[in-house]
């Protein structure tokens, strides 16, 4: 359709952007200096697990015959790569609002304390303690972003004011 074709124009000039030394590949380098640069989006370029999530989740999407395919974004991850970034920034909002001490760490009585808010988002927790084991998948007795993402995605949490 005609819109479909104008998006992916416009998806090609950006990844075109994003790309400064035009070689076809997106470093993670690359993505942080076009969210700030050419998104101008600054409070996403301070959230560097945001970033980081979102370009490991779509480095490796599409199945490509180049060597280099696995370790960068390619145009046709590019549009997985926006998605992504949405998401990931939508669970970290999620996270930050539940790690009240603000260090990037959600403890057991942080999460305990979050169970109302986690429910206003879709998923009832019964049993804080066991969810917080659940979640804290390297036994480290917190729970760091990626855990928590990786956990937040399974169980299809959101925030109920983000599709404006």
């Not at 005609?2 to 416009?10: D, G, N, Q, T």
């Not at 400064?20 to 690359?30: D, R, W």
Request: hydrophobic share 40%; charged share 35%; aromatic share 12%.
């Amino acid at each position: 359709t005609l819109f479909r074709s104008a998006a992916k124009e416009k998806r090609k000039s950006l990844f075109k952007a994003f790309d400064p030394n035009g070689n076809g590949y997106l470093s993670l380098a690359e993505v942080d200096k076009g969210v700030r640069d050419i998104l101008g989006l600054n409070e996403l370029f301070d959230v560097k697990p945001v970033l980081m999530r979102a370009f490991q989740a779509s480095k490796a999407a599409a199945k490509t015959k180049s060597k280099l395919g696995a370790d960068y974004v390619e145009f046709q991850e590019f549009r997985l790569l926006l998605v992504y970034l949405r998401q990931y920034l939508e669970l970290w909002e999620m996270f930050d609002e539940i790690d009240t001490s603000d260090d990037r760490r959600v403890s057991k009585a942080e999460f305990r304390k979050a169970a109302p808010l986690i429910e206003s988002w879709g998923v009832k927790i019964e049993n804080p303690d066991k969810s917080f084991a659940d979640i804290d998948t390297n036994g480290g007795g917190v729970v760091l972003f990626d855990e928590f993402a990786d956990w937040a995605i399974k169980q299809s949490l959101d925030l109920p004011d983000d599709d404006e």
